[in-house]
């Protein structure tokens, strides 16, 4: 009930092309669903997040979507960029006070130009 | 732009000592959280800390690790006596508050334990 899965395990795309990854939870008190980017030696970086109560968000190249119903949830990046290549993960969080994120696995993003 | 920093960005360390890993949240956050990511791996919660106090801490978080708000500023994880599993990137994450939700991250510790 405690686990996010994301797919795919790694995605190549070329430049200009639309990456989409994807994450799926069980647990409907999870209320919080950001993604991060990670580039190698680094830490996470918060990219994008998206609360239940809206079906997308929209960033710049970046839309998140999410399907309440089927407790789904996915990344676009439109027109990806070789600077994109990166993990990426999703989590999610609610359910209490303190906010823990569980993540998904990852996915190793690598945009070629 | 305020950033969460850790130190040493790199440790080194024999089984069996025992080591503190340090972050200094950002200045206006309440929550404070310590993950980490094993080579290859999912990032994976340890422990989150709140009012001086400790909020959740994962199966992970044993007898073994301990956490502290010494002062204003920093936050520290100190592992009593390491195993060689211990070896990962730990990350220290802040949140301003429960409200807020984002969460961080500094750019982490590698510890290697040899």
């Known amino acids: 009930q405690q686990q996010v899965k994301q797919s795919p395990q790694s995605l190549i795309v070329q430049k200009g092309g639309i990456s989409i990854i994807n994450c799926a939870y069980e647990?409907?008190?999870?209320?919080?669903f950001p993604w991060y980017q990670q580039f190698p030696g680094k830490g996470p970086a918060l990219l994008i997040a998206?609360?239940?109560d809206v079906s997308e968000k929209k960033e710049g190249r970046f839309t998140i979507s999410f399907n309440k119903s089927a407790k789904q949830f996915s990344l676009h990046i439109m027109d990806s960029q070789p600077g994109d290549s990166a993990t990426y993960f999703c989590?999610?969080?609610?359910?209490?006070?303190?906010?823990?994120?569980?993540w998904g696995l990852g996915t190793s993003l690598a945009v070629n130009p | 732009e305020p950033e969460v920093t850790q130190t040493p960005s790199h440790q080194v360390t024999q089984m069996g000592q025992e080591v503190i890993l340090r972050c200094v949240p950002i200045?206006?956050?309440?929550?404070f959280y310590w993950y980490r990511q094993i080579l290859g791996q999912k990032v994976e919660f340890l422990v989150s800390?709140?009012?001086?106090?400790?909020?959740?801490k994962s199966e992970i978080f044993d007898d073994q690790f301990s956490v502290e708000r010494p002062d204003g500023s920093n936050f520290t994880l100190k592992i009593r006596s390491t195993k060689l599993e211990d070896s990962a990137m730990y990350f220290c994450?802040?949140?301003?508050?429960?409200?807020?939700?984002?969460?961080?991250f500094g750019p982490g510790t590698r510890l290697t334990v040899t």
């Open positions: 200045s206006n956050h309440l929550y």
């Open positions: 800390f709140y009012n001086n106090e400790i909020s959740e």
């Open positions: 994450a802040s949140s301003r508050d429960r409200v807020g939700y984002e969460q961080y």
């Open positions: 989590a999610a969080s609610g359910a209490g006070n303190n906010r823990k994120l569980i």
């Open positions: 647990n409907t008190a999870f209320d919080y």
């Open positions: 998206i609360r239940p």
